[in-house]
């Protein structure tokens, strides 16, 4: 599969400027979608005006700004599985766990359809993905690499953004394990792979190696 035939569409929701992602094959209506956030009403509109059909739902992890927008999107196409790391499914229907009590928010959401593995292979809307298990963030965090030509596709949650690394002092944080599973998770892969993560810019494997200064 080339890189060209993939569309990634980035919609921010601004509660947190989390980074969700809409990702189908150019000319195709079947879709997934990575960590819908707090304003599911952007990915619905977007999806809608589309006439897009989402197959699943992928989330790096459960941290309720990754997670707050699967009710809406799945009372709307109520086939579309929930896919999460075994490590992580149970801040799904946990509003501590999750973090949305700490911000005044009982979030909870429908349990995961498919909980997922290091080294499980997906086929999503024509796509083939693997998952990668990366704890530091938190003890569940998974990131899906595609692995396009001639440069592959990452979706990271918040285990690593342009120059920097995410937070480690969440309760189920593990700060000693996080730059080694970046190292070898990560930056294992090609120069050339397009890193999207949940919060701020896309970067590469390549860039991140040279400028990123916590690596």
């Not at 400027?17 to 150019?26: A, D, P």
């Not at 992890?61 to 990754?66: K, L, Q, R």
């Not at 003890?139 to 949650?157: D, S």
């Not at 999207?196 to 970067?203: C, D, E, K």
Request: aromatic residues 8%; hydrophobic residues 40%.
């Amino acid at each position: 599969m080339k890189f060209s035939d993939i569309v990634v569409k980035p919609i921010i929701s601004a509660p947190f400027q989390e980074n969700g992602y809409v990702v189908h094959r150019k000319n195709e209506s079947e879709c997934f979608v990575v960590d819908p956030g707090l304003e599911p009403w952007s990915f619905i509109e977007f999806l809608k005006k589309k006439e897009f059909t989402p197959v699943a739902l992928l989330i790096t992890h459960g941290h309720g700004d990754h997670i707050g927008g699967l009710v809406a999107i799945r009372e709307k196409w109520e086939s579309a599985k929930i896919y999460v790391g075994e490590l992580d499914s149970e801040k799904l229907t946990d509003p501590v766990r999750n973090l949305s009590a700490t911000f005044g928010i009982s979030l909870t959401t429908p349990v995961a359809d498919v909980l997922l593995r290091d080294g499980d292979k997906l086929e999503l809307a024509g796509i083939s993905l693997e998952v990668r298990h990366v704890p530091g963030h938190c003890k569940g965090h998974v990131v899906y690499w595609i692995p396009t030509e001639p440069k592959g596709i990452l979706f990271v949650g918040d285990v690593i953004f342009q120059d920097s690394i995410g937070r480690n002092d969440f309760p189920d944080s593990e700060p000693a394990v996080q730059i080694p599973m970046i190292r070898s998770k990560i930056l294992t892969l090609p120069d050339d792979t397009v890193i999207y993560p949940g919060h701020g810019n896309s970067t590469t494997v390549g860039a991140e190696k040279r400028n990123n200064p916590f690596l």
